[in-house]
Nanobody
């Protein structure tokens, strides 16, 4: 059974940092790309960035470049999202999702498996 579980969300002040984890089970990460998406209230789900099966990163939201990085630990079947210099506009529910393809996509419909999301709130 394929399952993705996000964790690590919470409340942080602007300028703070947070690390999200995406723990995978039922498959190995070797042949999958893992995308990070976010959705704020009243807004469309947005592709943020993605890590390919080879470890390369694709950025889909210009606003996170230089602040967010994603990495994978295949031995632990876990993908991480390190978020630095957080801004109030980063506030959203963050999801990780699996695409059964070596390469990434910015489109949610191309990802078959999704976690339930973790809330990130950036506020003073």
């Amino acid at each position: 059974q394929v399952q993705l579980v996000e964790s690590g969300g919470g409340l942080v002040q602007p300028g703070g940092s947070l690390r999200l984890s995406c723990a995978a089970s039922g498959f190995t990460l070797d042949y999958s790309s893992i995308g990070w998406f976010r959705q704020a209230p009243g807004k469309e789900r947005e592709g943020v960035l993605c890590i390919s099966s080879y470890g390369g990163t694709a950025y889909y939201a210009d606003s996170v470049k230089g602040r967010f990085t994603t990495s994978r630990d295949n031995a632990k079947n876990t993908v991480y999202l390190q978020m630095n210099s957080l801004k109030p506009e980063d506030t959203a529910v963050y999801y990780c999702a699996r695409r059964s393809h070596y390469y990434c996509s910015r489109f949610p419909r191309e990802y078959a498996d999704w976690g339930q999301g973790t809330q990130v709130t950036v506020s003073s």
